[in-house]
């Protein structure tokens, strides 16, 4: 069965979307399908007021009988799940009980420019000592997640990291609802932290953790109904692991891509680099039988999750893989859109001391001299420029002037030897074409980049200062990051 797998997995790298959308005798059982169902009017909703205390806590990561580590949380739980309804709203009171400064983002929720979360580009950083309130009415249901925006390497390394469900994008309850937030970390066996980055990591593939987790600790155990619909929210939050999910013991169906509902085809496997997301409805087995989600990217194949099945049975109902209402964001016109094209390379030539050449209260100048929101040295570049490097006056340039309300469609070239997550803030866009992994046309905000691969997407921009990175966070640190302006 693994053999497979990893078989499938080749040819899918190598193959076309025909191969996914293959027979499965679920889909096969299934009625049949045109579109998914329209979402209803989103009502007036809550208001959720939550203080988030970004500070260090110990915590046993290498197992309860294992050394205290000294992570750095938002919450007393390590990896925070929240739960809110579409149309509430959240009143967040970030205080920061860090020695550093810090902010949060909401990855993939489409917030106004100056609730983006970004040090010095659309707030001051949160100093110690000092609070910051973010108020967010998520415009889309989905799975999302929190992470702060400088030293990312070394702060979501030491754990600041949450996810955020917004509900209200099914059309019937589930049996259960799973959230597996997969992410490792770098610990020594003393419990102390290793280097979060390294010169060999940054510049090539990242700089691996050593532990492997769920949820914060372990793998994930559970149990579910027998025979139930499980829907499973997978969130890839590591710093620098790609993933291939699959699923063994039950049919399993992708459901949604970054939040965003996708008409559902049967898993495969299914590609993760940092910071993706993925929805599957799985159907579990019959009483006593347990099913995994496992993690086939490395030769050593790890379980990310065993679960396991109870009496009494769900009710017995025909598999229905529409469990989502079609996704509602603002959609590119492909014939007026304009084109841009970006490419990600290895950085060319070396720095020069930009923050000497700007005037001490421009704002810029603070960024490049804030060691922890930029690096003095570069491996990585978009265009050809590196987010740390420059000798201009404005330094640094957006990326590209695009203007509010206009759709754009961007090509995305990798012009490296190693796999790039790109994430674009405050959008949602359509990823319209891939050339080297077979993906259906979908929604997304964070788009995987093969090495050598092409991808174009498709978005309407929305106003404001937009970064625009790869989410190998020693990759955005040394030089793959910049941003986008859109004025109206
Ligand atoms: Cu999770 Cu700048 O992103
Ligand atoms: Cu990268």
């Excluded at 994930?220 to 139930?228: E, H, S």
């Excluded at 829907?231 to 459901?255: C, K």
């Amino acid at each position: 069965m693994r053999l497979d797998r990893r078989q499938v997995l080749q040819g899918i790298a190598a193959g076309s979307v025909a191969s996914i959308a293959g027979a499965s005798s679920l889909l096969a059982k299934a009625p049949p399908r045109n579109a998914l169902a329209k979402r209803p009017p989103v009502k007036g909703g809550r208001i959720h007021d939550w203080h988030l205390t970004a500070m260090e806590r110990p915590a046993r990561l290498l197992g309860a009988s294992g050394p205290e580590s000294a992570v750095w949380s938002y919450t007393d739980d390590v990896m925070p799940v929240r739960r809110i309804m579409l149309g509430d709203t959240i009143r967040v009171r970030l205080e920061n009980r860090l020695r550093e400064h810090t902010s949060i983002h909401w990855h993939g929720v489409r917030v106004p420019n100056a609730m983006d979360g970004v040090p010095y580009l659309t707030q001051p950083p949160v100093q110690p000592g000092e609070s910051f309130v973010y108020t967010v009415t998520p415009p889309d249901p989905g799975t999302f997640f929190i992470h702060p925006h400088c030293n990312e390497s070394a702060q979501t390394g030491r754990g600041m990291s949450g996810v955020l469900i917004v509900e209200g994008d099914a059309r019937s309850q589930v049996d259960a609802d799973l959230v597996l937030a997969y992410k490792d970390w770098r610990l020594a066996t003393d419990g102390t932290w290793l280097a979060f980055e390294t010169p060999e990591g940054a510049s090539r593939a990242g700089t691996f953790g050593t532990v492997r987790s769920v949820n914060g600790a372990g793998s994930f155990q559970g149990t579910v109904p027998a025979r139930g619909d499980i829907r499973i929210r997978l969130l890839n939050l590591d710093n620098t692991r790609l993933i291939d999910i699959g699923v063994e013991g039950a049919e399993a169906v992708v459901i949604a891509i970054d939040g965003n509902a996708v008409a559902p085809f049967p898993l495969e496997t299914w590609r993760m680099g940092p910071a993706m997301r993925v929805d599957l409805l799985v159907r579990a087995p019959k009483a006593g039988a347990e099913f995994q989600v496992i993690d086939y990217f490395s030769t050593e194949t790890w379980t990310l999750a065993t679960v396991r099945t109870s009496a009494p049975a769900a009710p017995s109902r025909p598999f229905d893989p529409d469990l989502l209402y079609e996704a509602v964001v603002p959609r590119a016109d492909l014939r007026k859109a304009e084109r841009m094209s970006f490419t990600f390379s290895a950085s060319s030539g070396s720095l020069a001391d930009a923050a000497g050449q700007l005037a001490p209260d421009d704002p810029l100048a603070k960024i490049l001299l804030d060691g922890l929101c930029v690096r003095d040295t570069a491996f990585w570049a978009i265009n050809k420029a590196s987010w740390s490097a420059g000798a201009h006056r404005t330094l640094p340039p957006p990326l590209g002037l695009l203007k509010a309300g206009q759709s754009y469609v961007f090509e995305l070239m990798n012009a490296t030897p190693h796999p790039h997550p790109i994430h674009l803030h405050g959008h949602t866009f359509e990823v319209l074409s891939v050339s080297r992994l077979a993906r259906p046309r979908h929604l997304a905000d964070t788009v995987l980049l093969q090495p050598k691969e092409r991808v174009e997407i498709a978005f309407v921009a929305e106003e404001g200062n937009w970064m625009f990175h790869c989410h190998v966070l020693e990759h955005l640190e040394f030089g793959m990051m910049g941003y986008l302006r859109v004025e109206s």
